[in-house]
């Protein structure tokens, strides 16, 4: 199955992303944050680099204005100026109407360009001038000679140098930036992902001696705070699964061995006296009883660890089963008919009564009678669970001749399974772990005078021990409660009380 | 007394009885043959389907059942028992 499921799974996991998921939390931490870190770097230098060059732009337009300025107010009241050359590393053109450039200061190269500029309308503009550029500005005064034409110019190679010299800076800058945002998002994820790596320790040491170990809650009420928490009530849960299993298995075993061994003491006597036919019948028929105990209790065994099992899935979501009132009842009817073949051979009569709910708009008493029935958690094997085992042990406890009574009715938003026996009653103190596993009440039941020697009853030491742990656990399944005392006319009387479904 | 054999129930005076499944085979066995007598080997032939491991014990427990609730509900049928041949259902008054 996972041959088959592994390379589907691999395909729906693919794609661009899958390199990255093979790296560590903390290596997809940092490669992720500095990932977007790098852009958002990118585009401040990219939008600072922006400001600058329209800045370092205006800046030379203003500058340029400054540098004609003075040709045009003097152009625009004098028809033939004096004109006086710019200062220090200014260029300016003057170009007369006629065409003549009375004054320039202007490279060659420049000029060359001026008679095209004569006719451009006033304004800014880029030129060419045999490999370098120029931003140039062009104002057209007009006086009585005619229309004139001034060219203020200036290489925009150093406007160029100081754009260049502030994107490396910028670049180099966001560098450092990011490398800083890398390292420190390393350091930080590592320091978050610390706790993690500690709980992977303990997890470790845990899976080692598992019998104590807890994982560290740390004080903060974060997420990993919590997770610990769910794990540890996990681990809690499980050990106590794992500490019932090994405690039933221990006890099953303890169980076996005494059973185990008279048999393995009956079938060495056996063998002692293979020659004398009647004792070898005897100790075969001795054999047979050791056998049956063993095969009881190995079905107890499965018995409740069914039940165990069951319950397991219900909290694991599964449906439990409801039964209504009068099918339980029916099955209480059956289950007396069962007890009553064992009884009969001990003469122990068994009585039952059924006392159906009050029906609700009912067509009267009976059975079934009323529109809604209460109903039930626990399914009809169960109810047979509880009355043969529970009368079981009476029969078993009783002497020739006693009676036992089974009750099933329902009371109060409960339904109540009632078995009680005239015989000897159990010891008080065995009273509070009589739904234990492997605890019988062997003195009071071994001590009863006279057991009978016709039905082997009293020759074996009690059942199995678990039939009450099997009630108890049918009980709970259901919701409901097992208890039970001494009567005091005497006798015992057990008593399952079940809730109704709501 | 009525037999409803279908729905396995048992009413004396309208008032339905509980039985456990055995009683009420016992009781429909005896009531088929009402006035006459039902040995005891037919009666474990018919009721324990011939059982190897029931008690003989039993058919006599069985019948104690039934006459007590039998009389409990004052049913105009009793059980009556002809020593060393079986059991035989007999209407009351008649």
């Known amino acids: 199955v996972n041959g088959a499921d592994a390379p589907r799974s691999d395909r729906r996991r693919g794609g661009p992303i899958r390199p990255l998921r093979l790296l560590s939390l903390r290596a997809r931490i940092t490669i992720g944050s500095t990932a977007i870190a790098a852009i958002v770097i990118l585009l401040l230098v990219l939008v600072m680099r922006f400001q600058v060059v329209s800045v370092v732009a205006s800046a030379t337009r203003t500058l340029l204005d400054a540098d004609a300025d003075p040709y045009v107010a003097t152009l625009e009241v004098d028809g033939d100026p004096d004109l006086s050359p710019p200062g220090n590393a200014q260029l300016v053109a003057v170009v007369s109407p006629s065409g003549e450039i009375v004054l320039s200061t202007m490279p060659d190269r420049v000029e060359q360009a001026l008679g095209s500029l004569r006719s451009t309308p006033a304004g800014t503009s880029i030129i060419t001038a045999s490999g370098s550029e120029y931003r140039v500005v062009v104002e057209h005064p007009v006086n009585e000679a005619g229309r004139w034409t001034v060219v203020a110019a200036r290489n925009s190679q150093a406007e160029a140098i100081v754009v260049d010299d502030l994107t490396t800076t910028l670049s180099l800058t966001g560098l450092a930036i990011l490398l800083a945002f890398g390292v420190a998002s390393w350091v930080l994820a590592t320091t978050a992902l610390r706790p993690v790596n500690r709980m992977r320790r303990e997890a470790e040491r845990l899976s080692v001696a598992p019998e104590r170990a807890e994982l560290p809650v740390g004080p903060a009420q974060d997420e990993l705070a919590s997770l610990a928490t769910t794990l540890n009530a996990f681990l809690a849960r499980t050990r106590q699964a794992t500490e019932r299993e090994r405690q039933m298995v221990s006890d099953a075993s303890h169980e076996l061995r005494t059973p185990l061994a008279i048999l393995t003491t009956q079938l060495d006597l056996a063998s002692l006296d293979g020659n004398d036919a009647a004792a070898l019948a005897a100790h075969i028929e001795r054999a047979k009883h050791s056998v049956a105990r063993l095969s009881r209790l190995a079905n107890d065994l499965l018995a409740l660890s069914r039940i165990e099992e069951s319950e397991r899935r219900e909290q694991d979501g599964d449906r439990r089963p409801e039964t209504a009132w009068s099918d339980l009842g029916d099955e209480v009817m059956a289950a007396v008919d069962r007890v009553r073949l064992i009884a009969s051979a001990k003469d122990v009569t068994v009585d039952f009564d059924l006392e159906p709910p009050v029906a609700v708009g009912g067509s009267g008493p009976g059975i079934g009678g009323g529109t809604v029935e209460p109903r039930y958690r626990i399914d009809t094997g169960g109810m047979a669970q509880l009355v043969t085992n529970i009368a079981g042990n009476a029969v078993a406890a009783l002497p020739r001749g006693g009676g036992i009574f089974v009750s099933w009715r329902s009371t109060g938003g409960e339904g109540v399974l009632q078995i009680t026996d005239d015989g000897p009653g159990v010891p008080e103190s065995f009273i509070p772990v009589a739904f234990d596993r492997f605890t019988r009440p062997d003195e009071a039941r071994t001590s009863r005078p006279n057991p009978d020697p016709s039905t082997g009853a009293g020759a074996l030491p009690g059942g199995s021990g678990l039939g009450l742990a099997i009630v108890r656990a049918v009980a709970e399944r259901a919701g409901g409660t097992a208890s039970l005392r001494n009567v005091p006319a005497g006798g015992l009387e057990v008593t399952i009380s079940l809730p109704e479904v709501r | ?94």
């Open chain 2, 1 to 94: 007394v009525s037999i409803d054999s279908e729905a396995r129930r048992i009413s004396i005076k309208g008032q339905r009885v509980a039985v456990s499944p055995t009683e009420f085979a016992l009781l429909r066995l005896l009531a088929r043959s009402a006035g006459s007598v039902v040995d005891r080997p037919k009666i474990l032939e018919e009721v324990w389907d011939g059982s190897q491991h029931v008690d003989p014990n039993v058919v006599e427990q069985y019948i104690s059942y039934l006459r007590k609730k039998l009389t409990a509900h004052e049913a105009t049928v009793a059980i009556a028992t002809v020593r060393g041949r079986g059991y035989r259902l007999d209407l009351l008054g008649a």
